[in-house]
């Protein structure tokens, strides 16, 4: 009878396999829905065929939207949104309305909505407009979670190369930081948390300088839990969103690692667009509850 031969290479395959199965898959492992949040400041000046440009070529690219200075086109977005199958939410007054949201009705169901008021350095109807914090909470059909998205727009004109400038609006601008940062840590207890928006600080400027009010050190400073945001994790590409300033931003949620179900895996900068800001859109890989 001849002996059967003993051969390695079959052995250390039923050790890997066995192995395999005695030790968890890591949770990154284990998400198995993704989506796309984005971000584009519209200028207010363009025409309408610009605007539709750009609104359409964002929405081709990212399954949940914050728009900014858009409140002068609302009836247009509302119309759009509806024929095009998405949810879209921009509140009165007029200033709350200029920092839009749309997700996509295909991936994302509304749970609940509204709208913070967060202050104001001048009277009603000039510039700069009173600032809100609009968010809205979602189901997220694939995987069934939670996704809030906060959307919102800080002053103009607040920092020098990192470095705030004292004036009315940049109090009015770290006020309103500070709300989003206290905002997005309530509800990261009902859910997943992303924030979008034009801050109007440049990211690789904020972090060099490192100002106790700024968002480096408000939402993120590498800090866990908190915010993390596409230019800490990914790096800043591109020349920027508004000339060469990274002052666009997606942010989501960031947990210590054993508490984590979602996760930022990708960024990118939308570049061609007529507004006088590129767009940015992450992708998020999310956990099936």
């Not at 030790?23 to 829905?33: D, E, I, K, R, S």
């Not at 994302?108 to 510039?127: A, H, M, Q, R, W």
Request: net charge neutral; proline share 4%; with cysteine.
């Amino acid at each position: 009878m001849q002996r059967s031969r003993f051969r390695p290479a079959v052995a250390l395959a039923a050790a890997a396999t066995l192995l395999a199965t005695l030790v968890p898959a890591t949770p990154a492992a284990a998400a198995n829905a993704t989506f796309r949040a984005g971000t584009l400041n519209i200028y207010y000046g363009l025409t309408q065929a610009q605007f539709v440009q750009d609104l359409e070529s964002i929405t081709a690219k990212a399954d949940l939207v914050g728009l900014n200075e858009v409140n002068g086109r609302k009836d247009f977005l509302t119309t759009w949104a509806a024929n095009n199958g998405w949810w879209f939410y921009a509140p009165a007054p007029s200033q709350a309305e200029n920092e839009a949201l749309l997700a996509r009705k295909s991936m994302f169901d509304v749970l609940d909505k509204d709208s913070i008021f967060v202050c104001d350095t001048n009277g009603p109807g000039e510039v700069p407009p009173a600032r809100y914090n609009n968010w809205v909470k979602y189901r997220h059909k694939a995987s069934g979670r939670v996704v809030f998205h906060i959307n919102f727009h800080a002053n103009a004109s607040i920092e020098d190369n990192g470095r705030p400038i004292d004036i009315p609006r940049t109090e009015c601008a770290e006020q309103q930081f500070q709300e989003i940062k206290n905002l997005a840590a309530r509800k990261k207890d009902e859910g997943q948390v992303i924030v979008s928006g034009d801050l109007n600080v440049d990211f690789s400027a904020d972090r060099a300088y490192g100002y106790a009010k700024f968002p480096w050190k408000t939402f993120e400073a590498n800090q866990l839990p908190n915010l993390r945001s596409v230019y800490n994790l990914y790096g800043e590409k591109g020349t920027g969103t508004h000339g060469n300033r990274h002052i666009d931003y997606v942010y989501f949620w960031k947990r210590v690692e054993s508490s984590q179900v979602m996760w930022m895996t990708d960024y990118r900068i939308v570049t061609g667009t007529n507004s006088d800001h590129n767009g940015v859109v992450a992708d998020f890989s999310i956990d099936i509850a």
